[in-house]
Structures are given as structure tokens and as C-alpha cells.
């Protein structure tokens, strides 16, 4: 029941309130006076260019401002921005990785030479190696190509675990 009786208080204050604030003196004195002072002190303080033109002498120091803001935004954006390194393709990557792991399966095994490999296996790797190349070659015509991608993966998967099978030592193998 208080609640009532607290918006009833609060609507009748609400009710007694005018409607617009009044200043407790006369302003308009005051702005004639600045609006006289003003147009009187403005021609004869602003410098005039060649051309006739009034040049604001509140002008340059603002210039300097925006200039030296600007300069701050550009250099925060130029050195924020992380370089942009070349997009590499689908195929480009496959192979980047592929290269990468080779090369640290070959590090992992003490770096065998692989030119004396016996025959048979030395073809083996010769065949997957002219395979991946062919498949290379063919991806270069047709870069989007899902199964082309998809069989230079597998060849090269075949390329890495025939030189695991080749160099992991044999006790990992029993």
C-alpha cells in the first residue's frame, strides 16, 4: 500500500513541475555583447591572402594536428599489419609437407644415402618419385583436381613408408 501512495506523491510532483526552466536573469545582453565583439574583432584580426580570400589563422595550427594524427594512424597501421607471405596452393602445400616430413624421416635415420639403395629397391623409389612427378605435372593443368590431390598424397605416403620400412630399426620391426 506504500507503493501507492509513493507514486501518487511522485505523479502529483511530476504534475507541479513547469514545463519549460526559466534563467534566473536576462541572457540576451550578454550575447548581443559576444556577437558584436566578434563580427567587430574578426575582419581585423584575420590576415588576407593574395587573392583577397581571408586566410584563418586558427587554420594552421589545426592543419599541424590533423597531419601529425594522421601520420601516427599510418604508421600504427603500416607496422600492425603483418607481413603477407605468398599464397601457397593446394598442391604447393601438399608438397611443402610432404618434403618436410622426408626430409626429417631421413634426419631421424642418420641421413642414409639413398644412391645405394640395392636394384630393386632403387626402382621402387624411382617408380614412386616418377609417379609423384607425373601427378605434379598433371596438377599444374588442373590444380583443383580432389582425386589428383588425393592420389599425390598416397604416393608420396607410399614413398615415406617405404624408407621407414628401409631404415626403422629392426627391433621396432619384430
Do not use: C, H
Not at 534563467?23 to 575582419?43: F, N, T
Not at 631421413?106 to 629397391?121: A, E, H, R, Y
Amino acid at each position: 500500500m506504500k507503493e501507492t501512495i509513493n507514486e501518487q506523491q511522485l505523479q502529483q510532483r511530476i504534475d507541479d513541475l513547469s514545463a519549460e526552466i526559466q534563467p534566473q536573469r536576462d541572457l540576451w545582453q550578454g550575447i548581443e555583447r559576444a556577437i558584436e565583439i566578434k563580427s567587430q574583432v574578426q575582419p581585423a584580426s584575420e590576415p588576407r591572402a593574395s587573392n583577397g580570400n581571408i586566410v584563418r589563422a586558427n587554420f594552421q595550427p589545426l592543419a599541424w594536428a590533423a597531419s601529425i594524427v594522421l601520420a601516427v594512424i599510418l604508421t600504427f597501421n603500416y607496422q600492425s599489419r603483418p607481413e603477407q607471405a605468398p599464397q601457397l596452393t593446394a598442391v604447393e602445400m601438399i608438397e611443402q609437407q610432404y618434403l618436410q616430413e622426408k626430409q626429417n624421416m631421413l634426419v631421424s635415420f642418420g641421413k642414409p644415402n639413398l644412391d645405394t639403395l640395392p636394384d630393386d629397391i632403387r626402382q621402387q623409389f624411382d617408380e614412386i618419385q616418377s609417379a609423384r612427378e607425373s601427378l605434379l605435372t598433371a596438377l599444374e593443368d588442373d590444380p583443383q583436381n580432389a582425386d589428383l590431390l588425393n592420389l599425390l598424397k598416397w604416393t608420396q605416403k607410399q614413398e615415406l613408408n617405404l624408407l621407414e620400412q628401409l631404415y626403422s630399426p629392426k627391433w621396432q620391426t619384430i
